[in-house]
């Protein structure tokens, strides 16, 4: 019988980051649990870390890559693929131009070094400006703001849990979801741990959640209205002179523009329009202000709406305005071993971020981050003229699930000239491929966290060495990138992945180091992909050894070292300000010209009056977003796709729990509808329902045996995809009003 052996990886499923100790006998997986010694998550694990065996083991998931035959997909070997793309790729770009290629990429990318260290390479070499990611169905009005206040789009403050005495949570629902913009494993244990010691936790949300079910107060907020309540609340630190920012004073602009622009907005006027009442918004106000060490946290109920933008940047100001920035305790700034642009650079000054540098061509939407919101995807496809979309890329993605009106994007998917995907399944979307190109299973790929370090409640390097080796003739990603890069770039299949790496390297090597360079790259000489991208990263990072200047600083070396004692600790959270600021001003600029301007959106609508019925997303902690419903040990148990009603709102619309509903909506391009499983729940709001995104798997042409067995389904596709936060481009995904009735039993 072959020996157990004891692996130390990541966990790459979602923004948690826990260390898992998975242990495998010959290529099988025996068992995965959390990894007791790692310095940042301590041993949590939720159930998706242990689905990682039956990822792994999925007889679904795509081992070879398939390629489109007479209108079918079939396997088809590796070089058989890169022929199909090095010819078809370059004739669309030929003929049509550079920005008729286009690429999505999706959520998985930002927990793959693989993934994200190399898309960029991507991206330049396509030039193309149709470029679109699940940032704009995510946090992309997270960006805006902190790219606007702090000068850069990955200064994110969070909250300093272990040190905080009262925590305001907006639209998020980390018991479920694990944190977002927010990297905190056993959020529930690190929220017991801050009430033990006296502290508070609140909560506002249309519905009482798992994280408000933990919190000491739960509050019902009108979807959508999150930028009205804080406005009512900035309104009052000003009217009761609560405004004292303290040790930022002094790195402040814009105090006085903030206190003219909530003129109007006193909690009495909002009250209405976002349900909660006067007196429970100054209060809210009040204790954010006079609790020493407090922070208010929004994430994706507040994102996706259509004043996201607003809403998160008013986050941001109360906590400027009651000095809880980067303070302990507060909302602090982590700071990253490696990858960050804020730690980058001349210190608390830059260039800032710049908005619109372009706009799509059919609706006009600015360009944000690079990227056009992932709404207008199918219009560009659509619509005929110049710069018209003509083939695609997407890479770990799934519009036709995640992404508003999915049913409008397939369509669109099938009028391509080339389609190719990067992924580890075919489905809803890779369906539309004429080239599959499959991913090593995740317990086969190295794993360093790019975005999360920049996000972690704590400061920590970790590193994880695959499980299991790639099968037969699989590339890593990184690879596969490249070579996707090269055929983009017009340069064909002639260099390998290594050349192609190690000429990118020399030249990021040279760009950033000048004189030098050559001493940097013969230090780093030996390594190749992601680890030698880590090695340069870590080394010439805040903590790093400064290629022989630090001696004790961080080596990819003494990082892979820690892997097995649980990784690196960095120390809590301390405060950056003014050194982590990159705006042109080198201030924290409170009150930018385009948030204020966007107020006046707010004003015109201060009166609007309540839809009877609107629909909110849900998360599951067996479920992530749209692909880990083929998975045995996740998909056992109830059905999880269900809209949750309220038993009023059941009686009114005469709805029974356990019965089918049909949920319609009405767009600009018409009504739709889907026929839902109703589940009573007094955890709602009335006059809100809620029903999970990522579901609808009964789509032809999809290889997901479980998945398509029990196919839920898809809100996507009621929600109107012209629907966007302007600044942001972000999608509109909560607060739709839609009806319903019963469909009869089910
Ligand atoms: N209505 C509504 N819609 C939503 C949301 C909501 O709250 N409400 N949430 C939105 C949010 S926050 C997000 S982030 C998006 C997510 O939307 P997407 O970015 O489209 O992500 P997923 O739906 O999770 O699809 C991930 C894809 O990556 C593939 N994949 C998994 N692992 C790998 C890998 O290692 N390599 C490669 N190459 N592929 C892999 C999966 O098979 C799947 O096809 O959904 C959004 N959609
Ligand atoms: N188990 C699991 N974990 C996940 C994911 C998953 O699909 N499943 N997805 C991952 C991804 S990609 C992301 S981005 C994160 C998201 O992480 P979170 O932001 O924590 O996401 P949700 O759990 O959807 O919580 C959003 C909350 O907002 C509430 N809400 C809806 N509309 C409004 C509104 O208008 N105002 C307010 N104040 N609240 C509102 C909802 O009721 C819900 O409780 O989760 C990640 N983790
Ligand atoms: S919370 Fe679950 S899915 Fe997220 S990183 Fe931890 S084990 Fe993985
Ligand atoms: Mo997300």
């Known amino acids: 019988m072959e020996a157990t052996t004891t692996h130390h990886r990541i966990c790459p499923l979602c923004e948690a980051c826990c260390g898992l100790e998975i242990q495998t006998r010959g ?19 939720c159930p998706k870390g242990v689905a990682l065996k039956d990822l792994h083991e999925d007889p679904d998931r795509l081992r070879q890559p398939l390629v489109r035959r007479q209108g079918v997909l079939v396997e088809a070997s590796w070089d058989e693929a ?23 990429v999706g959520n998985p990318a930002a927990h793959k070094i693989g993934l994200l260290g190399y898309i960029p390479r991507l991206t330049k070499a396509l030039g193309s400006r149709n470029v679109f990611t699940a940032a704009t169905l995510d946090q992309m009005p997270r960006h805006v703001s902190s790219g606007l206040l702090f000068g850069h789009w990955m200064s994110v403050p969070v909250p300093d849990i272990a040190r905080a005495e009262l925590l305001i949570v907006l639209g998020a629902n980390p018991v479920v979801s694990n944190g977002s913009m927010w990297t905190v494993p056993d959020f529930r244990g690190k929220a017991r741990a801050l009430q033990a010691r006296g502290g508070r936790l609140i909560v506002i949300d249309p519905r009482r959640t798992e994280t408000a079910a933990l919190a000491d107060t739960h509050h019902f907020i009108r979807p959508g209205a999150d930028a009205f309540l804080l406005l ?22 814009g105090v006085a523009d903030i206190a003219a622009a909530v003129q109007g907005f006193a909690p009495e006027a909002v009250a209405p329009r976002c349900g909660l009442d006067a007196a429970t918004i100054r209060s809210l106000a009040r204790d954010l202000a006079r609790t020493p060490r407090a922070s208010l946290y929004a994430r994706i109920g507040s994102c996706t709406q259509e004043y996201g933008t ?10 400027v305005l009651t000095g809880h920035l980067d ?45 056009l919101p992932i709404g207008c995807l199918a219009e560009e496809i659509e619509t005929p003229g110049p710069g018209q979309i003509r083939a695609l890329l997407t890479i770990a993605t799934n519009p036709v699930l995640s992404a508003p009106h999915g049913k409008r994007l397939a369509a669109a998917l099938d009028r391509l000239d080339f389609m190719v995907s990067m992924d580890i399944y075919l489905n809803e979307t890779t369906r539309h491929a004429d080239v599959v190109l499959p991913a090593p299973s995740p317990l086969e790929d ?14 920590h390097a970790r590193y994880s060495a695959p499980v299991f080796a790639r099968g037969p003739g699989q590339p890593a990603e990184w690879e596969t990138l490249l070579r996707l890069a090269a055929v983009a770039g017009g340069r064909g299949l002639a260099a390998s992945a290594e050349q192609l790496d190690d000429e990118y390297f020399g030249e990021d090597v040279r760009r950033q180091f000048g004189a030098r360079a050559d001493a940097v790259l013969a230090a780093t000489a030996g390594l190749r992909g992601p680890d030698r991208l880590l090695e340069l990263a870590l080394r010439s990072g805040p903590y790093g050894d ?19 004692g649980g990784g690196i600790d960095l120390g809590p959270l301390a405060p950056r300000v003014p050194e982590l600021l990159r705006t042109p001003s080198g201030c924290i600029e409170l009150a930018p010209g385009p948030l204020l301007a966007d107020l006046q959106r707010c004003r015109a609508d201060l009166a609007r009056a309540p839809a009877p019925l609107v629909v909110i997303g849900r998360r599951d902690v067996r479920s992530n977003n749209s692909w880990m419903h083929n998975l ?8 999880r796709c269900t809209a949750l009603v309220h038993p009023q709102d059941a009686q009114r619309l005469g709805l029974r729990d356990g019965a089918l509903a049909r949920m319609r909506s009405h767009t600009g391009r018409g009504e739709r509808s889907i026929d839902v499983l109703v589940q009573c729940s007094a955890e709602m709001m009335p006059g809100v329902v809620s029903v999970p995104h990522g579901w609808g798997h009964d789509l032809p042409g999809t290889r997901l045996a479980l998945a398509s067995a029990r196919p839920g389904a898809n809100l996507n596709d009621l929600l109107d995809e012209d629907l966007r936060d302007p600044l942001s481009g972000n999608a509109v995904l909560g607060g739709v009003a839609v009806e319903m009735q019963p469909l009869g039993q089910a």
């Open 310 to 319: 607003l809403a998160t940047w008013l986050v941001d100001v109360l906590n």
């Open 82 to 104: 890169w022929a199909e793309i090095a010819t078809r790729l370059p004739a669309v770009q030929q003929a049509h131009g550079r920005h008729a290629v286009g690429l999505v």
């Open 232 to 253: 009512g609340m900035v309104h009052t630190l000003f009217e009761e002179q609560l405004v004292r920012p303290g040790r930022l004073e002094p790195h402040l602009k």
């Open 446 to 459: 190295l794993h360093y966290d790019m975005p999360f370090p920049q996000l972690s409640w704590r400061n």
């Open 546 to 564: 400064g290629f022989g200047q630090a001696a004790e600083g961080l080596t990819l070396a003494r990082v892979q070292a820690a892997t097995a």
């Open 27 to 45: 290529a099988k997986v025996v068992s995965i649990r959390g990894h007791a010694a790692d310095v940042f998550s301590a041993g949590y694990i």
């Open 327 to 371: 303070k302990p305790g507060g909302a602090m700034f982590p700071k990253a071993a490696a990858f960050a642009a804020n730690t980058a650079g001349r210190p608390g000054v830059g260039r800032g971020v710049p908005l619109a540098r372009h706009t799509s061509r059919v609706s006009g939407a600015p360009e944000v981050m690079g990227e």
């Open 632 to 639: 045995p040990v996740l998909a056992k148990g109830p059905m």
